[in-house]
């Protein structure tokens, strides 16, 4: 089972529309990142979070951590064809003393133009 | 400043063959990463190196062998590849000071094993 589950696995919108990209994990999350993946290509570091409660914009992206630091939501306001790609939350959580990262299974967005 | 670069793009192999992807990081990172990205698995650690010198399995390590070459160059061998290997294989290199504790992910390696 996923460490990190992200949701809804895949999504289409219609530009303009905004989008919610949700990232769920039932232990404690020590850091949360947030990355872009265009098809084919490399991850692109878009936010990263690490307190409870944390909220952090860049352009018409915006991302939460819950106060728990156990969930974290991506929200696009008024999406456009560039935004397209898959969208990855990845985490820093410790098991047995020891860091280290996990990644969710991505979110695949297409925007209709 | 190329940031995370990898060789190949693309690689077919023949199941039984062995080759060696390579990764390089001009950022001065300690901490460098090997993953694979499969359909439904999302990203899964191959191998780390926390610093020049040391290497660690990670998740799914069987198969597979990496080199620490310096602090620059981190390569990861496939020794008899087989089809369960093909996949997209990324290098990543950390920074944990100077900034936000983040990874840096280079574009990729596509490869088929026939």
């Known amino acids: 089972s996923q460490e990190l589950e992200q949701s809804p696995q895949s999504l289409i919108v219609q530009e303009g529309k905004n989008l919610t990209i949700n990232c769920t994990s039932s232990?404690?999350?020590?850091?949360l990142y947030w990355y872009k993946q265009k098809y084919g290509e490399g991850l692109i570091f878009l936010m990263m979070?690490?307190?409870?409660?944390e909220e952090k914009s860049h352009e018409k992206i915006t991302a939460k951590l819950d106060e728990k630091k156990q969930q974290s939501s991506l929200h696009i306001t008024a999406s456009q064809p560039s935004h397209a790609g898959i969208y990855l939350c990845?985490?820093?959580?410790?098991?047995?003393?020891?860091?280290?990262?996990?990644f969710g299974t991505g979110t695949r967005l297409k925007v209709l133009a | 400043n190329a940031g995370v670069t990898q060789t190949p793009k693309f690689q077919v192999l023949k199941t039984g063959q062995s080759m060696t992807l390579q990764c390089a990081q001009d950022?001065?990172?300690?901490?460098m990463y090997w993953y694979r990205q499969d359909p439904g698995m999302g990203l899964r650690l191959i191998y780390y190196?926390?610093?020049?010198?040391?290497?660690d399995k990670g998740e799914v390590p069987n198969g597979y062998n990496v080199s620490r070459l310096n602090k620059r160059e981190f390569s990861l061998r496939l020794e008899s590849a087989a089809p369960s290997q093909t996949s997209v294989y990324f290098c990543?290199?950390?920074?944990?000071?100077?900034?936000?504790?983040?990874?840096?992910f280079g574009p990729g390696t596509r490869l088929t094993v026939l």
């Open positions: 190196s926390a610093s020049e010198g040391t290497t």
């Open positions: 232990k404690t999350l020590y850091g």
């Open positions: 950022m001065n990172h300690n901490s």
């Open positions: 990543a290199s950390r920074r944990l000071a100077g900034g936000p504790d983040t990874q840096y």
């Open positions: 990845g985490a820093l959580l410790t098991t047995s003393g020891t860091y280290k990262y996990i």
């Open positions: 979070l690490q307190k409870g409660g």
